[in-house]
């Protein structure tokens, strides 16, 4: 059933590209919160909520089209074993979709905006893998079926849908078994559409070893998917990524890569020196967009110049 709003086709219909937000944890370490973690961000959304309304907000003066909500890692599971109950977590998931919601409303009452579309609140579905807290969303092969993941999925992505999201971001997925698990929820709720995108190991297949054509073919045919692609991968496999989704779907393809550092899981901690920021990542999404990518944004460690430098390329469009 296609879904009876897609907001993501309705302002590429009008828009050559839109531009997702970068990297909230890196945002959020900067003005003091200490994320090292098991629950990451969603700590913040129970702790501090108005510093990421504040970033929401930062991202949208720098240029994005969509924010990225703050409940990549907020899971019922996680927040009920640190002890709280269960309505407790489904009301801070909902405050994930309120907070970039408030944010985004703050900044079109703004200025001006003439000539960008009303920027979308995409609400995030991270994968089992961020639950574990393992780093294991980069490797998949969990010990968990897709009967599991349903089951696992469908509380939060019924509550971040009763939120008012306009869409759902399904990403960091690192197992095509994990997408078909996250489609089949997401027919549970036909007026809703959403994007899913995957961690990739090199330039063809995705962290748990399926070449990315092959799921990008099976994503073409759910019509509630409204883009697809690859996110939290390294900058140097996005251009062949890109060219195996290109030749096997025709719905629209979003990238959001990391910074170029690489994340020890075991420390936490990140390793390596990433691109500079803000022009040398425009110059990546010019490249990106010419393979095709109509979403781009930024992943871990990209920061609001980064947002700032893809808006300053999509003005030259």
């Known amino acids: 059933m296609t879904p009876a709003t897609n907001p993501i086709a309705d302002a590429l219909a009008a828009h050559p590209l839109l531009i997702v937000d970068g990297a909230l944890a890196t945002e959020l370490e900067a003005r003091g919160c200490d994320l090292n973690d098991s629950l990451w ?173 092959e799921c990008a073919r099976w994503l073409n045919d759910q019509p509630q998917i409204a883009a697809l692609g690859v996110n939290c991968t390294a900058l140097e496999h996005i251009p062949s990524l890109l060219e195996q989704m290109a030749n096997a779907t025709d719905k629209p393809l979003i990238v959001y890569p990391n910074s170029g550092e690489t994340y020890d899981a075991t420390s936490r901690t990140w390793q390596g020196c990433g691109i500079s920021h803000g022009a040398g990542f425009g110059e990546q999404a010019a490249q990106w967009y010419a393979r095709g990518a109509r979403l781009i944004g930024g992943c871990c460690r990209t920061t609001p110049e980064d947002i700032r430098a893809i808006a300053a390329f999509r003005a030259e469009l």
């Not at 399904?170 to 489609?183: G, H, R, Y």
Request: glycine share 8%.
């Open 41 to 213: 961000s969603a700590r913040v959304l129970a702790e501090s909520p108005e510093l990421i309304r504040q970033v929401h907000l930062d991202y949208f003066r720098a240029g994005a089209d969509i924010a990225i909500t703050s409940s990549y890692q907020a899971t019922i599971e996680g927040y009920m074993a640190r002890g709280m109950s269960e309505s407790k977590a489904l009301e801070l998931i909902t405050r994930s979709v309120r907070l970039a919601a408030q944010a985004r409303d703050d900044f079109w009452g703004e200025a001006n905006h003439e000539g960008r579309p009303k920027p979308l609140v995409a609400a995030s579905v991270g994968p089992y893998g961020a639950y574990l807290a393992d780093g294991s969303e980069y490797r998949g092969h969990y010990n968990i079926d897709e009967a599991g993941l349903v089951a696992f999925h469908r509380a939060r992505m019924a509550a971040l849908v009763a939120a008012g999201a306009d869409v759902l971001a399904c990403e960091t997925m690192p197992s095509l078994t994990e997408a078909k698990a996250l489609v089949t929820v997401l027919r549970e709720f036909p007026d809703m559409s959403a994007w899913i995108t995957f961690t990739a190991q090199d330039g063809e297949h995705i962290s748990e070893g399926t070449p990315i054509a």
